[in-house]
């Protein structure tokens, strides 16, 4: 229990960092315009996970995130977790981004899909893919996503199987 603790407090520490400094890291253009740009990013999750045995569904990560033009994009993310069901959840992935910058600004519904690596008890593949929003009409650009990461194994009793993220975050634009 007290590796959950630090985790936690570890991704609130990192999520108030980020919040502190975002008004520092902004470009020197209006955030309000999606473009071709490249981002790092610092969040929160909370995590549906398919496991009777899961007690702590909080985590963090950051992500790096790279726009060819103003609604393609790559984003390769780590996240880290402790749902007490034994030993650390980690996944890097890599997605596909497909944005679209509402026509007034501000905000820019999205949609990914991608894969990576899962690595707790053992190492598994994952598929995932899910929707947010990034918003970007307050002082600070922030978003909120959810989506659904499917692993090669596990049986979802004694080990981690499919399991949902809602993550909420700050980007630092450049």
């Known amino acids: 229990i007290m590796k959950a603790h630090s985790l936690s407090l570890l991704s609130g520490l ?13 470009a020197e253009y209006d955030l309000k315009e999606f473009r071709a740009e490249s981002s790092i990013s ?5 995590l549906t996970p398919d496991n009777e045995l899961a007690g702590n569904p909080g985590g963090g990560g950051v992500s790096f995130d790279f726009f060819f033009n103003e609604n393609l994009g790559v984003a390769f993310a780590g996240a880290w977790a402790d ?12 997605d596909l981004n497909l944005r679209y910058p509402v026509p007034a600004g501000g905000l820019a519904p999205y949609i990914f899909l991608g894969g990576g690596a899962y690595i ?18 307050l002082p600070i650009p922030l978003f909120i996503d959810w989506s659904y990461t499917v692993l090669s194994g596990g049986n979802g009793i004694t080990e981690p199987s499919d399991f949902g993220g809602l993550r ?7």
């Open 14 to 26: 990192v999520a108030a960092a980020a919040l502190l400094m975002a008004p520092q890291a902004q």
């Open 83 to 94: 749902p007490d069901v034994g030993d650390l959840w980690q996944t890097y992935t890599m």
């Open 168 to 174: 909420f975050g700050t980007k630092f634009v450049f």
């Open 120 to 137: 707790g008890d053992g190492s598994e593949m994952l598929a995932r893919g899910g929707a947010g929003l990034d918003i970007r009409f």
């Open 42 to 46: 610092a969040f929160a999750m909370y």
